[in-house]
């Protein structure tokens, strides 16, 4: 029968546990009859993963039992290959470049994956249970897909057709370079070898443009700056110079050829055309003054000169400047502007000619004047003589009436042997009309080889 316990005692026979509390992870227990406790995970409390730290529960099947294990070891555990691990993170190996942007998922064990040249392989055992859980994903082509006899094929084609896939085809790429086609795929070009490849040069704004094809239209703007081509020509039709055109050194370059002569030059009023390094002669049309051709400077015609009309000389020259047909003679001793001279014929040098012939009753080429020197010259130097035209020579000639006939001088006028006012008036000097008087110092010198004896 049965017996009868009091409060506070014992069982017979037993413990004296009064009831079973189920925790974390546990469900079930009692305080009467036979409780029990069933495992439930969903009672457990959520936390963050300390991947250094925490531990997971396992079923060791070495050792037949439960067992914990760090997370970390777990994670290393599961590595295989191409995938490592490290601190709790898997790391997937970049070993097959061609499998970027394909993205192939194995479900349960009976899917294995294989990748060689360009294709990945996914086999899968041959029964209709075995393929649940295994997901191949592919792109739009190039990929493509095939299944046959428990074995998926995911092909990749590479190319540089429509529709390829395109792969890296140089060791040598580098960040910052740009891309070239190639049959197998692309490779990398550096800013040099792409100029290189296309014969171009640096872009307008560098330094300089190096080399083009031809300009067949199209305008260089303004302010572009010098175009240097070196020793190649420039053609054109109408070549228009804002300011001037100048050689590359003083008589560096020259306007046409023997054979290439330039036509028709215009040049414009009141400007010159000027010769010699020190622009020693000038040509122009003085359109503001005279309305005349004018040239400056020394002038030697070496062939000879047709005048269609009269030739005009200066009745009014400056200070010490002739105007008529002179001639080269050598000095025979020193002489100054406006001395009259004879050739001597014995050393066919310019001597002093005057008038009085000493006494010999003679007329001689030594007492005819045939011209007057224009500037000074030393004895045994080359000179400049007048041999008709105009001459003015303030601090040499006397005063002269205007239109006054002049005359060979019969002595020196204050140490110079120059044309004087008066005939010469003593027996046996020779009279001999040299020109006269355009103004008070300037004669015109015309001689006139007839000449008369004073007796």
Known sequence: ?????????????????????????????GTDGTPSLALDLNELTGATVAVANDSIAIIDADDDGSKKESVADFVSGIAGTNISASSGQLSVADSAAGTKGIAIVAGNAPASIGYSSG???????????????????????????????????????????????????????????????????????????????????????????????????GSISSNFGAIDNGTSGIRTDTFTAETSIVPDAASGATLGTTSLEWGHIYVGDDQKLYLGDGQDVSLEYDEDGTDQLRIAGNTIFENQVELAKDLLLDPTPADTVWSGITAK?????????????????????????????????????EIMCVAMCVSDVSADAVGTFLLQGFLRADTNFPTYAVGETLYLPEAETSGKNVPEGAAPDTDGDFVQVIGWAADANTVYFSPNFTMVEVA
């Open 329 to 365: 003679f050598t000095a025979g001793e020193d002489l100054e502007d406006g001395e009259c001279v004879y050739l001597k014929a014995a050393d066919t040098k310019m001597w002093k000619a005057v008038a009085n012939t000493g006494g010999t009753g003679l007329v001689t080429a």
């Open 119 to 217: 294709t990945a392989t996914i086999s899968i055992a041959d029964s209709a249970a075995s393929t649940k859980g295994a997901v191949i994903v592919a792109g739009t082509s190039p990929v493509s897909v095939a299944y046959s006899s428990g074995t998926a094929t995911v092909s990749v084609t590479f190319g540089i057709s429509n529709t390829n896939a395109v792969k890296v085809d140089s060791a040598s790429v580098a960040d910052d370079e740009y891309a070239r086609f190639t049959a197998s795929g692309l490779e990398s070009r550096s800013t040099s070898e792409v100029l290189s490849d296309i014969s171009a040069a640096p872009a307008a704004g560098d330094s300089n443009i190096l080399t083009t094809g031809a300009l067949d239209s």
């Open 1 to 29: 029968m049965a017996g009868i316990f009091l409060p506070g005692s014992s069982k017979p026979g037993g413990g004296d546990i009064e009831g079973v509390t189920a925790g974390d992870g546990l469900s079930g227990g």
